[in-house]
């Protein structure tokens, strides 16, 4: 796939999917956007701050990349650009919220939007990703769709694999989608790389084992955020969910690494 994108798409999706390994673990901090002071990013900076060297990518929003991230530290940006409904109305209310011209400005690796396939405002997110697919390849910047679920949504492989084939054929270059039985099934009819949301808090061993199962069947990485930051020990979590999704780690495996790694903090 990426020997038909032009040097800077190549570019910019090598920073994300690791050449070595063709995997990814990216760091996922933009629940703000909706979620306003989640758990665990009140102090959105003194969370980040230590986790930054273990992430292979950093998914948040312009406003949290300017104030709480070091441009010095930084690692490739996932930028969010879509947003406009809060937790408290219907999600899926969404549109492009960053101009392509600031993206640019912040040197983005990627930019990021959410599509609600069978959502009230379906349309408008899919037309939203179409446009922004458009502004950001004359750039040479990828495009990284989130299958964002309603409440109403089953996460079930017919659905997920509905939902990331549309993005891919809207012309994302990622996907980001949730794990589900029968995950082969999605992987394999999306016709570009699938990331896995990590989603809420579980307990660590749990959450290990969705970046194995992931890995295990087919992802090209994972994209966690909560199941990072608001475990006790983040830096030790963070460093076992890479073990797992760049050196092949069993979820018992890592999760005594995650357990050694706490120990010595």
Not at 126 to 154: C, F, N, Q, S, W
Request: with cysteine; net charge neutral.
């Amino acid at each position: 796939m990426l020997a038909r994108m032009d040097w800077g798409m190549r570019q910019r999706l090598g920073g994300i999917l690791r050449p070595e390994t063709g995997r990814a673990v990216m760091l996922a901090v933009d629940h703000g956007y909706f979620l306003g002071p989640t758990t665990g990013l009140e102090d959105a900076r003194a969370t980040i701050a230590p986790l930054l060297a273990h992430a292979d990518s950093l998914m948040c929003t312009r406003g949290v990349l300017r104030t709480s991230v070091d441009a010095e530290r930084c690692p490739p940006v996932v930028l969010r650009v879509s947003g406009g409904s809060s937790v408290l109305k219907e999600l899926s209310n969404e549109a492009i919220t960053v101009s392509i011209e600031d993206a640019l400005r912040l040197n983005v690796a990627a930019v990021a939007l959410s599509i609600f396939v069978g959502a009230e405002f379906e349309k408008q997110t899919l037309t939203g990703l179409a446009t922004l697919v458009d502004e950001a390849t004359r750039y040479g910047i990828p495009v990284l769709a989130v299958t964002a679920v309603g409440k109403e949504m089953v996460r079930d492989a017919r659905y997920l694999s509905l939902c990331c084939r549309i993005a891919a054929e809207m012309g994302a270059q990622i996907v980001k989608t949730y794990y589900c039985a029968e995950f082969e099934s999605v992987v394999s009819s999306c016709p570009v790389p699938i990331v896995v949301a990590g989603g809420k808090k579980t307990p660590e061993k749990e959450a290990l084992a969705l970046a194995h199962n992931a890995i295990s069947g087919g992802a090209r990485g994972v994209d966690m955020g909560r199941n990072i930051f608001q475990s006790d020990h983040p830096v030790a979590m963070i460093r076992a969910v890479r073990a797992v999704v760049h050196e092949g780690r069993t979820a018992g495996e890592g999760f005594e690494l995650f357990r050694e790694y706490a120990r010595g903090a």
